[in-house]
């Protein structure tokens, strides 16, 4: 733990460190990147310090004002990504810093890199969400949207990642978290326009077909709630989804 509270001191005061990978007992290098890399993948409660030393040093705008932002940024969300990878129970901090990240702005930042920024945490979303977190992703990018958080390009972006990932079947209570997301007027607007990508648009509408399966088979699937059935009706709808197949409402 010392070793990681100086590396953590050292990194306090430089703009740009780079991880490592590697699980060699020996850093490729003597960087304050390849110390906490091997630190974090190695050892679980200092993986876990070094995000409660990450949302502490992120949040609000004065991280965000600072020279070292730029650089420093990437660094802590790959960082976080590789405590993800080897930590599932660090795993829901994880997404909760890569939100923080969205929250960001400032005008010492040009504007591309912001939101590379941004994208670069959307990714780290996205690749959380298929290490068992899918449902608590989609809720806290739902309240994202909901907060004026992420404008129509990052909900494209987000979106069109989770479009690659997603393979039907996928549960209720999957569809219940990206369903309420694709709810938002936020979503729809984005989602709608001609900014979003013709088989983006082509993918989400196979996507939301394969919901139908809920509706269609009562037999399989046993306490649907009709609030379910009208949200996946409302999709349909919403996103022009067109299918033959009879909703039925179990009593």
């Known amino acids: 733990m010392l070793t990681l509270l100086i ?27 390849s110390e906490l890399s091997l630190l974090c993948i190695k050892s679980s409660p200092v993986a876990e310090g070094f995000m409660i030393w990450a949302m502490e040093k992120c949040k609000g705008d004065e991280f965000a004002d600072s ?31 890569a939100s923080l990240f969205l929250t960001h702005s400032s005008s010492e930042v040009s504007p591309q890199k912001m939101n590379d920024i941004k994208e670069q ?33 990052l909900i494209r972006y987000f979106v069109s990642g989770a479009l690659d990932i997603i393979r039907p079947p996928v549960s209720l209570s999957f569809i219940h978290a990206f369903g309420q997301l694709l709810s938002t007027q936020m979503c729809i607007e984005a989602l709608t326009s001609e900014f979003f990508e013709v ?15 809920y509706l269609t088979e009562p037999d399989k699937f ?3 709630e009709k609030a379910s059935i009208g949200l996946i009706s409302s999709l349909n709808e919403v996103y022009g989804v067109s299918s033959q197949r009879k909703i039925l409402i179990k009593k």
């Open 121 to 153: 945490a959307l990714r780290l979303l996205l690749i959380v969400s298929t290490q068992g977190l899918a449902v608590y992703v989609f809720h806290l990018t739902t309240k994202n949207v909901k907060m004026n958080i992420m404008d129509s390009n």
């Open 7 to 33: 590396c953590i001191a050292v990194a306090e005061n430089v703009v740009k460190f780079v991880v490592n990978e590697s699980k060699s007992e020996i850093p490729t290098s003597g960087s304050v990147g």
């Open 67 to 97: 020279a070292a932002f730029p650089t420093l940024a990437p660094g802590i969300l790959s960082l976080a990504r590789i405590v993800a990878k080897h930590h599932p129970f660090s795993r829901q901090n994880v997404v909760n810093l």
């Open 199 to 213: 088989q983006k648009r082509s993918a989400l509408k196979q996507l939301i077909l394969s919901f139908n399966s």
């Open 222 to 224: 046993t306490g649907i």
